[in-house]
């Protein structure tokens, strides 16, 4: 079993950066390593999303060029860097994690998931 905990939420001005934390215990990471966030009465989307082994990162449009996803191999943990950050990205962002690397943009094929981390972006 894996633990996932996130953390570095908050609160923010547009325009601002922040950088989210995901950090794994247990038996670590599978294969995937996705972001995503759900908005109030909204359906949970996918962010983005790295391959644990490999260099592969993949993006949702509404975020590339504005988000980075990157890890640290040594501290067991994916980091999700948000810049230029707008309103519209209000939401609690949650990690999650899969052995599987196909349709890693669909948050049903995940099979492990962090608390959640709020992040409020205001204008």
């Known amino acids: 079993q894996v633990q996932l905990v996130e953390s570095g939420g908050g609160l923010v001005q547009a325009g601002g950066s922040l950088r989210l934390s995901c950090a794994a215990s247990g038996r670590g990471f599978g294969n995937v390593v996705g972001w995503f966030r759900q908005a109030p009465g909204k359906e949970r989307e996918f962010v983005a999303a790295l391959m644990w082994t490999g260099t592969n990162t993949y993006y949702a449009d509404s975020v590339k060029g504005r988000f980075a996803i990157s890890r640290d191999n040594a501290k ?20 999650a994690t899969k052995n599987g690397a196909a349709y890693y943009s669909d948050y049903t094929t995940y099979s492990s998931w962090g608390q959640g981390t709020q992040v409020t972006v205001s204008s």
């Open 76 to 95: 067991i943990t994916v980091y999700l860097q948000l810049a230029s950050l707008k309103p519209e990205d209000t939401a609690v962002y949650y990690c």
